[in-house]
């Protein structure tokens, strides 16, 4: 049996899930196990010291990377990750032996006042609860390292495709873009979510280029339908796809994976204005939205908490929309809004 055999016959199951919803629900219930021979103290021990360690290494991994080059001239995107790497770590192994002595002298004075045996099995029941989060947390540490860096596209996808793992990843956006601050540079940068605003003169270089490129026409119909169901909620009409609009969402996708940059303006100066006048389409408003991520769900989800992005979707001048969608493989997908009225 080979490995996605065997991958197809664990998704293979009446809950729907697949094999990475069960990879996490089974790291979850291991940490469940564990917090309970840990006890509730211990085991919240172990979750305060992993969580503070890591809020600790995003807050001063910068630090430590100046010290990595300035002292052994290290790559600034390697630094970050060792940076980080070594302050969590030792943070984690100082703040668990503090804790753990403070712990310690805790329970000893508890048994004195409480039945032993019955405070082993409070104890034990309540080390459930951290013991899952923790394991929770480390799910969604694992899945947005895989979604935030440019790991295969079948891991992505499977991700993505997970109940568990979208949910996770859905929610931890803002924390996916710290991860890539950390360990982007160290293996290429890609984003789980980047956009620029509607009407900024802003580029980013998105330190790689690629043209192992591919159309995604059903990404972009979900694109469409996650757009008017927006308007809808608000008593606007739904915008009419225009194929013309489309077209130019495409190339301008195309030319940002293929050149390695992230704009509304091309590098040659063309605006989406312009773009949108070589294509001979007629327009009295138009606008744009950018946004390079996993999939059309957390595209969208993204730039509806944007105001500036929001305003474009919501748009009572707007009449027509064209959604381009460029599937980058391992980086993303690449997503153009065009939209006239």
Not at 76 to 92: P, T
Not at 165 to 187: C, D, E, M, P, R
Not at 260 to 289: C, V, W
Request: aromatic share 10%; with cysteine; charged share 15%.
């Amino acid at each position: 049996m080979d490995i996605n055999s065997l991958l197809n016959f664990i998704s293979a199951n009446p809950l729907g899930l697949n094999w990475i919803d069960v990879i996490v629900l089974a790291l979850i219930i291991i940490y469940g196990i564990e917090g309970y021979f840990l006890g509730f103290l211990g085991s919240l021990v172990d979750l305060i010291s992993f969580v503070a360690s890591f809020i600790f290494g995003l807050s001063f991994y910068s630090v430590v990377a100046k010290l990595l080059i300035g002292f052994l001239h290290m790559p600034q995107g390697f630094a970050n990750a060792v940076g980080f790497l070594i302050l969590a770590i030792l943070f984690e192994i100082v703040l668990n032996i503090l804790l753990k002595k403070f712990v310690f002298k805790l329970s000893v004075f508890v048994k004195i006042h409480i039945h032993k045996s019955k405070f082993l099995t409070v104890g034990n029941l309540l080390g459930i609860l951290p013991g899952a989060l923790s394991g929770i947390i480390l799910s969604a540490f694992i899945v947005s390292l895989i979604i935030t860096l440019p790991f295969s596209v079948f891991l992505k996808h499977s991700v993505t495709e997970s109940e568990i793992g979208n949910i996770l990843v859905s929610n931890t956006q803002s924390f996916s873009k710290n991860l890539n601050q950390v360990f982007g540079g160290a293996v290429n940068d890609t984003l789980s979510f980047l956009t620029v605003e509607p009407k900024s003169n802003q580029s980013v270089n998105l330190n790689f280029k690629t043209k192992n490129i591919n159309i995604d026409t059903n990404s972009e119909q979900q694109m469409l339908t996650l757009l008017n169901k927006e308007r809808e909620k608000i008593g606007l009409n739904k915008l009419s796809f225009s194929q013309s609009l489309i077209i130019v969402g495409r190339n301008h996708c195309k030319d940002m994976l293929e050149k390695g940059y992230f704009s509304h303006n091309t590098p040659e100066g063309l605006t989406p204005f312009d773009r949108m006048t070589e294509a001979n389409i007629a327009f009295k408003y138009a606008g744009e939205n950018l946004a390079l991520a996993p999939n059309s769900s957390l595209a969208m989800k993204g730039l509806i908490e944007s105001d500036s992005h929001r305003a474009n979707i919501l748009s009572k001048d707007f009449g027509k929309v064209g959604v381009g969608v460029i599937d980058g493989g391992i980086y993303g997908q690449m997503f153009c809004q065009e939209f006239t009225d």
